[in-house]
């Protein structure tokens, strides 16, 4: 079993600025670099969708169109953390943002609880 537990959701005017962060935890042998890690958000009344992903290495990242060029996802494995800083934030970036792990040999997913960005002047 995993936990994933975010934080760094707030509010903030557009244009602005947040980090999130995702630190997760394991049972023993737990292997943060075995899993790639994603963000996805949902935005009331509509569909998880996903915003971030990169690998246990970090070597590849992609991204949704919709925030290519403003947020950036980035993983620290000496400290079982993902982050994801969003610059040039828009109303539209207003959501839910889960944190998502999935495990590189068996597929195992695990899913933080969120964490509310919002985006308003």
């Known amino acids: 079993q995993v936990q994933l537990v975010e934080s760094g959701g707030g509010s903030v005017q557009p244009g602005g600025s947040l980090r999130l962060s995702c630190a997760a935890s394991?049972?023993?042998?737990?292997?943060?670099?075995?899993?790639?890690m994603s963000w996805y958000r949902q935005a009331f009344g509509k569909e998880r969708e996903l915003v971030a992903s990169i690998t246990g290495t970090g070597g590849r990242t992609n991204y949704a169109e919709s925030v290519k060029g403003r947020f950036t996802v980035s993983r620290d494995n000496a400290e079982n953390t993902v982050y994801l800083q969003m610059n040039s934030l828009r109303p539209e970036d207003t959501a839910v943002y889960y944190c998502?792990?999935?495990?590189?040999?068996?597929?195992?997913?695990?899913w933080g609880q969120g964490t509310q960005v919002t985006v308003s002047s």
């Open positions: 998502y792990a999935r495990h590189r040999f068996s597929a195992n997913d695990y």
């Open positions: 394991g049972a023993s042998g737990f292997i943060f670099s075995n899993y790639a």
